[in-house]
């Protein structure tokens, strides 16, 4: 039995599992709690401000609750709140290991990240590398079920949202998940295709808070997220020719323009004709609403959430009004230029 091991966003799990860890994504563990309220309040109990994120806040509770000791902390490329909390995580008795992206996606530095990670876990590179043979099927998969949402219509943006964030613990047992996945991806194959002028939407940011919700209510406005930015990105659609080139490929940890450039590429590709941008209240990556607004061209909603779990009716009225001027500016025409405005 491998020791758990926490990480607070999608870390080279490949170099975790080379080290006999198992990986477990804490904002899995938050989300998936049957109470994600109940976790904000043992961190805001603890004194975390309202005003922090709830992501952060539930991570904290979920440390607090469950049996994991061990927590590798992304202190770069991801979140400039996990900075703080892997100080008081050390305060209350977890080993927190720090794990810091480069500022650049340079295959050099990249390298020279995972090594220093390696040698703290006291293991190899080339042991991680040998994990990233044993997980390209794992990816392939998740790449593949991507191709059915968006070039066959057989699987719902809710199914794709799932199975591409979990690939950044695999749902802490990668060969059931290939397993898992691969009977998935055999059954839709027998689906009947969701209908050809059904509006395509593109979901880009953060996970949300809302869980299963929100694509549950797109579709039943009769709309349907094929594109899922950041969970596409934890399944790295593009592993290069090595483990540092898989990671300086992965869009997230970068500048936003790294971002844009995936993005906008997709939009074209999945014929998408609205986007919506889904903000953390709180997070710094908010700020890059401005930015994804000035340079893609296609009518976007922007959502905040905080620590509603659901979709609240406030949300939900600008759901269906976003959903329904778009229907009506469409009027038959299928978006088909360039995504981006210069
Ligand atoms: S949503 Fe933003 S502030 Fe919250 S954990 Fe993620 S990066 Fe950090």
Known sequence: MRNKIGITTTVPVEVLLAA??????????????????????????????????????????????????????????????????????RLKGIKAIPFAYPDEPDVDKVYLALEDLAGRLGTTLAAASRVRDELAPCRHLACQLDRLTWQQGLVSGLEN?????????????????????QE?????????????????????GVPSVYGRDLYRYVERNGARVVFNEIQRQFAMPEPGDSLAEQYANYTYPYSIHQRLKDIAAELNRRRIDGVIHYVQAFCHRGIGDIIFRDALKLPMLTLEGNDDFYVNPHVKTRIEAFIDMIKRGKKGLRYSGQALKK
């Open 20 to 89: 006999g860890y198992q990986p477990v994504d804490l904002n899995n563990l938050f989300i998936y709690d049957p109470s994600p309220g109940r976790l904000v309040t043992v961190a805001e109990r603890a004194g975390f401000p309202l005003n922090c994120c709830t992501w952060i806040k539930g991570i904290y509770g979920v440390c607090q609750q469950s049996d994991i000791d061990t927590v590798i902390c992304v202190t770069g490329g991801d979140c400039s709140n996990t900075r703080m909390l892997m100080e008081v995580l």
């Open 161 to 181: 949202h799932l199975w591409l964030v979990s690939a950044s613990d695999f749902n802490q047992d990668w060969q059931k998940y290939r397993n898992q996945l």
């Open 184 to 204: 998935l991806i055999t059954s839709c194959q027998q689906r009947i295709p969701y209908p050809e002028d059904m509006l395509r939407l593109a979901y880009i």
